[in-house]
């Protein structure tokens, strides 16, 4: 399966979710988190001159850039468990010092831009 740096996967422009659910995409985090992106649903992107678009895999994308942040803050907090209570807080704290759900991803894709990443 091919790799590319996250930060070269684009939201498709026809992408038409304009809301997300932070409790579904906080369960998918935790899921990412403690087994990485399954093999058997990709995410699935196709050519755009720079990089790619995704076609499908949007929630899956943001939760793996959100999954990234929270190893991060696992490794400097080893003394907690990582439960879904955990991943709900950072999201919401991630999201109410960001404004907004998109602006958390935009900074989380600027610190782990270059993280590898597979995709069909």
Do not use: C
Not at 47 to 62: A, C, E, L, Q, T
Not at 105 to 111: A, C, G, V
């Amino acid at each position: 399966m091919p790799t590319t740096a996250i930060h070269t996967l684009k939201a498709h422009p026809a992408q038409m979710r304009s809301s997300y659910s932070l409790e579904s995409l906080a369960a998918l985090t935790l899921q990412i988190y403690e087994r990485d992106l399954d093999d058997w649903q990709p995410i699935v992107a196709s050519p755009n001159g720079d990089g790619f678009y995704i076609v499908s895999g949007h929630r899956r994308h943001m939760a793996k850039l959100l999954s990234l942040a929270l190893q991060e803050w696992a490794a400097e907090h080893p003394e907690t468990d990582i439960t879904i209570e955990t991943v709900r807080t950072m999201i919401d704290t991630l999201v109410s010092s960001l404004g907004s759900l998109e602006q958390v991803i935009s900074s989380l894709q600027t610190k782990y831009g270059e993280t590898q990443i597979h995709f069909v």
